[in-house]
């Protein structure tokens, strides 16, 4: 493990080197077990045996998995008897090819404080057989289950979850503790899948965020509003903006501020090129010279492996922000984005990686920019 955060160390100080020092790496005390979502694909073999895992890289093979060294034991048992149950409730896994068959996925969700555990059955078609019995069944093997969802995917398309969605057992959605807040998260919003460290993760970002408590802070990307609702802790005179794209997620986000008490936020659905795009055009456009003329005082981002759009870095400058938390999952784009706002700019004060994926090779991010007075 210690050579893979030096590895994953090396790559980024490489590739940051023009634009500043890298902090050492925060890793993981026990690098096992921790992923909170587990995904599993659903076929057979060709004498009908039910198999469940993860496809092979690049294909459509399945690669049969009972245990992986990284993900929850509860989503794993859990996944294993939902093939012992398909085979006596006599249900059909789906052929991708033919589009024949129904049951496609399985998708765990753990909280890792709360104990709460989702699970999302995903098939081709709405209609699962002797339903109610399926669900008893699945409960009595796993008590542990408080929520159980049918999703229905009837698109061959490489994406798990489909649009419609019925509650078969519980709430429809978990709960879990986060940095001392309570998140609400349903089937398809974003959340973390390495607890332990997203603490470590959003810590890092509040600290290069150095808020002194009346800071108009906006979040893009901000799923559930896990990072706002910790931002907005930080600024009692000040407010959070947070924008999404996902309208579960948005939801979610909303409920979150009310069930921990937080008042000082607001959110919006929508792509944030547009809607940030949008509500900046409809304030005036503050100078450079006029500070006070900024529409932002911090902005934070933490977008998708294709990093922000172009038109958002642009918004993004003419807010004119002191500062920009940029928390990234992929460094190329990054640095992309990084040499964009450096033209632009902004310059980079604070990096430091965060191992969220130990045992995998992707690298977690987050670097403090600072407007550069002209
Ligand atoms: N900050 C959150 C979510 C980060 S993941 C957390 O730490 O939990 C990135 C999020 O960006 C996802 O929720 C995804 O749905 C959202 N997203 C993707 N493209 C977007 C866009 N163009 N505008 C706004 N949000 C977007």
Same mark, same amino acid.
């Given at each position: 493990y210690k050579e893979q955060l030096a590895k994953k160390q090396k790559e980024l100080s490489e590739l940051l080197k023009p634009f500043c020092k890298v902090n050492p790496i925060v890793g993981m005390k026990n690098p096992?077990?921790?992923?909170?979502?587990?995904? &599993?694909?659903?076929?057979?073999?060709?004498?009908?045996?039910? +198999?469940?895992?993860?496809y092979q890289q690049g294909t459509h093979f399945i690669v049969p998995v009972d245990e992986c060294l990284i993900?929850?034991? !509860?989503?794993?048992?859990?996944?294993?008897?939902?093939?012992?149950? /398909?085979?006596? $409730?006599? +249900?059909? #896994?789906?052929?991708?090819?033919?589009? =024949?068959? %129904?049951? !496609?996925?399985? %998708?765990?969700r753990t909280g890792y404080h709360s104990g709460q555990v989702m699970v999302v059955l995903v098939l081709g078609s709405p209609i699962l057989p002797s339903?109610?019995? $399926?669900?008893k069944a699945l409960r009595k093997l796993h008590?542990?289950? #408080?929520? +159980?969802?049918?999703?229905?995917?009837?698109?061959?398309?490489?994406?798990?979850?489909?649009?419609?969605?019925?509650?078969?057992? @519980?709430?429809?959605?978990?709960?879990?503790? %986060?940095?001392?807040?309570? $998140?609400?998260?349903?089937?398809?919003?974003? =959340?973390?899948?390495?607890?332990?460290?997203?603490?470590k993760l959003y810590q890092t970002a509040l600290d290069f965020a150095d808020l002194q408590g009346d800071e108009r802070v906006w979040d893009l990307y901000c799923g559930i509003g896990t990072i706002s609702l910790f931002l907005a802790k930080a600024v009692p005179n000040g407010q959070v903006t947070g924008v999404e794209i996902v309208p579960e997620a948005i939801e979610n986000a909303k409920k979150n501020a009310a069930l921990n008490g937080i008042s000082n936020t607001s959110f919006y659905c929508g792509a944030a090129e547009d809607v940030v795009t949008d509500m900046v055009a409809k304030h005036? #456009?503050?100078?450079?010279?006029?500070?006070? @003329?900024? /529409?932002?005082?911090?902005?934070?981002?933490?977008?998708? !492996?294709? @990093?922000?759009? &172009?038109?958002?870095?642009?918004?993004?400058? #003419?807010?004119?922000?002191?500062?920009?938390? =940029?928390?990234?999952?992929?460094?190329?784009?990054?640095?992309?984005?990084?040499?964009? /706002?450096?033209?632009?700019? =902004?310059?980079?004060?604070?990096? !430091?990686?965060?191992?969220?994926?130990?045992? @995998?090779?992707?690298?977690?991010?987050?670097?403090?920019?600072?407007?550069?007075?002209?």
């Open positions: 096992y077990h921790y992923r909170n979502k587990v995904h &599993a694909v659903f076929g057979h073999r060709k004498d009908g045996t039910v +198999i469940s895992g993860t993900e929850d034991k !509860r989503a794993d048992a859990i996944i294993c008897d939902i093939r012992g149950l /398909l085979k006596s $409730f006599k +249900i059909k #896994t789906y052929n991708e090819d033919t589009g =024949y068959g %129904l049951f !496609r996925h399985v %998708l765990v339903k109610n019995n $399926f669900v008590p542990e289950i #408080t929520t +159980i969802i049918l999703n229905v995917n009837d698109q061959k398309t490489s994406m798990v979850l489909g649009e419609k969605e019925t509650v078969l057992y @519980g709430k429809g959605y978990i709960e879990d503790e %986060l940095c001392g807040h309570t $998140f609400r998260i349903s089937s398809k919003s974003f =959340y973390q899948v390495n607890p332990v460290q997203t603490e005036r #456009t503050p100078s450079k010279e006029d500070t006070n @003329g900024a /529409l932002a005082d911090v902005v934070v981002v933490d977008p998708p !492996r294709k @990093g922000c759009d &172009a038109k958002l870095l642009d918004t993004i400058v #003419t807010m004119n922000p002191e500062k920009i938390v =940029y928390v990234s999952c992929d460094p190329a784009t990054l640095a992309r984005d990084v040499k964009v /706002l450096g033209e632009k700019g =902004y310059e980079v004060k604070k990096v !430091r990686a965060c191992d969220m994926f130990p045992q @995998g090779g992707h690298v977690e991010t987050v670097v403090g920019l600072q407007r550069k007075d002209m």
